[in-house]
Each structure stands twice: as C-alpha cells, then as structure tokens.
C-alpha cells in the first residue's frame, strides 16, 4: 500500500505530540481535526480541519470520502459526544480506529475526594449553605452553577464564559495549562477556596489544583469518566505509535 492515511480527532496535548512523532517520519499522511471550541488553537505540526463533522454518518461519509485507512480518536476524556460517532463511523466503514486516552489521576492519600456523574450532581453535591467554589471545568459546564446561587463562585476557563452567568458573586479567571503548584496553592488561598469541582481528565497540565486541595484540606468534587469505548485503547503517544507500526509494518519499514 501507498502512504496510510490517518485521521487524528485532536484538541488535546497528546494529539498534537502524536502528530508531530508521525509528522516527523514521513511515511504517513496525516489530518488532524480540531472542533473549534477554543478561539486560539495552539500552533499544530501538520495540517488542520476545524469545527465538527455533524455527527457520526458525516464522520463516516468523510472518512470514506478521503480514503483514510485509520481513525485516531485523541480527544478530550469527557468529549464523550465526538467519541461515540468515532466509534459508530469506524464500525459504519470498517475503517480501524484506536483511542488515546490519558489514564486517570488516582486517589492519593490525603486526597479528600467526593466522585460525581456530572457537573450537575457536583453543583448539587455543594449543599445548601454557602461555599467559595473553585469551578475548574472549563467555560461549557460553568453555567451549571447558576442552579445554586448562593455560592461564590471562581471559574477558570481558556476563553471567556459567553454570556456570563446570572450570579451576584463569581469571579473570572482566563488561563491556559499547565499550571504550578505554587500558583495553585496560592489562587485558593487568594479566594478562600473550600472546594473544587474538576473533571477527572488526568495528566499533568491540570494536576497541580488537585494536589494544592491535598495539601489544603480542600474537598474535590471529582466528575469521574464515562467508562464505554468500543475501540481499542491506549494511554499513551508512545503506545498509539506502536499501534500505528502494528497496523501498517510494510508502510513504515519502506518509509514511503
């Protein structure tokens, strides 16, 4: 066969390093697509596709249309939309596809965790008297909040909540990852933080709020993943290139 064609569903730090491994041995030609939620994408090594495919027959239709011959789902762990047609447009084509997906952070000890289903159930989970939050998902689960407005809210998102919440108290912090512990430690202290809502995406750009809660005493609402990939699935950039030779041994050895 000529040179696999391999479609990367990116946004995340492990798509982009996937992107340029493969970039850099030239013997695959590679797209990786980007859904267009953040304004300012990071630069990427290789060519890029923005904004959704319009669900997973349209996933499958352009897989078909552009004779890819493998399917790499690199998206966020709770992009669990994206994931499903992934999975459904591999099945529909018969085209393989493998997931790349950061393992979990763990419990550690001193970690004062309360594991949720969702953002709801941890806005919820809050109670009724008031509390400082440090609502750590990102701008499209912050609206959840305004269910329970007696809560001061901190939100921390890459791009500006659009429109803002209808709270009396919450404040807005625009930052990328990674973060640092000394910045961490010293934003809950700042705001009196006495909780954090948090996705369990795991990896290191984020971890350092998780570990500062630690060392504060700080409680965790912990929105833990959906557990249903249908594909085959790896944890990390060195594993999906391994997974890459074992599919296609001719293509990579000839490096053409």
């Not at 391999?6 to 590679?30: P, V, Y």
């Not at 919440?165 to 919450?170: D, F, P, R």
């Not at 995406?201 to 965790?220: D, H, M, N, Q």
């Amino acid at each position: 066969m000529g040179r696999p064609r391999i479609l990367i569903l990116g946004g995340t730090s492990e798509a982009r390093l996937l992107a340029e491994a493969l970039a850099a041995r030239d013997d695959c030609n590679i797209l990786l697509s980007l859904a267009g939620r953040t304004e300012k994408p990071a630069a990427q090594p290789v060519p890029v596709r923005i904004g959704g495919f319009g669900g997973a027959a349209a996933l499958a239709d352009f897989l078909n249309g552009g004779g890819y011959d493998l399917l790499i789902d690199a998206t966020h762990p709770f992009a669990e939309r994206i994931s499903a047609n992934a999975a459904h447009a591999a099945e529909a084509t018969g085209i393989t596809a493998i997931a790349l997906r950061r393992p979990e952070w763990e419990r550690l000890p001193g970690d004062n965790w309360r594991e949720v289903r969702s953002i709801p159930a941890a806005i919820e989970a809050l109670g009724p008297s008031p509390r400082h939050v440090f609502l750590a998902t990102g701008r499209q689960g912050a609206h959840y909040a305004e269910a329970a407005a007696q809560h001061r809210y901190l939100v921390r998102s890459v791009d500006p909540v659009e429109p803002p919440l209808t709270l009396v108290n919450v404040d807005y912090i625009l930052d990328r990852g990674p973060f640092t512990l000394e910045g961490e430690l010293a934003l809950l202290r700042q705001h009196h933080i006495d909780v954090i809502i948090a996705k369990n995406s795991g990896g290191g750009a984020t971890y350092a709020k998780i570990e500062a809660a630690r060392l504060l005493g700080i409680e965790v609402m912990m929105v833990t993943r959906v557990q249903a990939s249908m594909v085959k699935t790896v944890e990390t950039v060195e594993a999906a290139l391994a997974a890459v030779d074992h599919l296609f041994p001719s293509a990579m050895k000839r490096g053409v």
